[in-house]
């Protein structure tokens, strides 16, 4: 029997859980690869971004972040950037609030993801009580009971329950893998920031050196690098 004469007799309910299987894939997919280009080395970042900005080298040090993708890079970029200008009364407030705008963009997603674990099974369910009834219905209405006049209901419920849960099934370990990986990302992220918090405004401002090089930066986004067809919310600053 080929997927294509099962999906006809499944009847209607088969349609929404289409939807819900190619909606699922596509987010899996897309997330997957944005998941991807937001990792980075963030020991090896961190511990150049000391380096430069000990040597009073900001400027490579904002290039670097500047060239380099994902949260991390982001929020270090917003504290040198911050610190190079003199703006340092509310940096903990914007590193902070750039932050919440990265994870926020990490997590988008998921809501989709957890939505189709919990509605295609319900689906399922769904046809699989309309084949129930269908079944029943032919019972009354030949007055006997006979495998002929069941098999057509018993089968519909039956179709319409395993697609809801082959559906279900992949997209929440897809969903519990994703929470894993962002999990991971966001002790990165508190890491910059406290990298960020130590190196700008407990080891160098205390000694009242401000270790800036010459020239500014051209200017400076909030948040990093999104997918195509997203755009930052927090708008960009010239210096």
Known sequence: MTLLQLFRDGGIFMWPLL???????AVILVKFVTLQMAKVRTDQLLDR?????????????????????????SIVLTGLYLYQEGETDHADQTVTHVGRIEMAFLEKGLVVLATIANVAPL????????????????????????????????????????????????????????????DGLIIDMRQGVQTIHDLLWTEIRPTGERPIASGKAAGFPFSSTHTEGESDTTPKQNP
Request: aromatic share 4%; charged share 10%; net charge negative.
């Open 19 to 25: 939807a819900c299987s190619v909606l699922g894939l």
């Open 49 to 73: 971004v000391r380096t430069l900005v000990r040597a009073g080298r900001v400027e490579d040090a904002i290039e670097l972040c500047a060239n380099t993708r994902g949260p991390v890079a």
């Open 123 to 182: 689906i399922g369910f769904l046809g699989t009580v309309a084949g129930m009834i269908l079944a029943f219905g032919a019972i009354e209405m030949a007055g006997e009971v006979e495998a002929t006049l069941v098999a057509g209901g018993i089968k519909v419920a039956l179709i319409t329950t395993a697609s809801g849960l082959v559906i279900a099934i992949p997209v929440n370990i897809a969903h519990n893998y994703f929470i894993s990986q962002i």
